[in-house]
């Protein structure tokens, strides 16, 4: 039994990685911001996605957070810098 949880809890984990690839590969920077917002939509039922909790996206949102080092800058302070 605690192997079937563990399995799971590795194959959702597999899961978070994987979309959180996608989603930089996808929209680069502004990946976090995206994941963010697909979370607060399936909160508010906005989206419906039967296979990813708004829970998952923000794990999502975590792993990217990371890959980044905290990186994510708003976008007034990249007006500021003149990126």
Not at 25 to 31: D, L, M, P
């Amino acid at each position: 039994m605690i192997f079937a949880w563990l399995e799971k809890r590795r194959q959702a984990r597999a899961l978070v990685e994987s979309d959180a690839t996608a989603m930089i590969e996808q929209h680069g920077g502004s990946a976090y911001h995206v994941a963010r917002d697909r979370a607060l939509e399936q909160r508010l039922h906005k989206i419906i996605d039967a296979d990813r909790t708004p829970e998952h996206w923000d794990q999502v949102r975590f792993a990217i957070r990371k890959r980044f080092r905290h990186q994510v800058i708003d976008t007034a302070t990249k007006y500021l810098r003149g990126r």
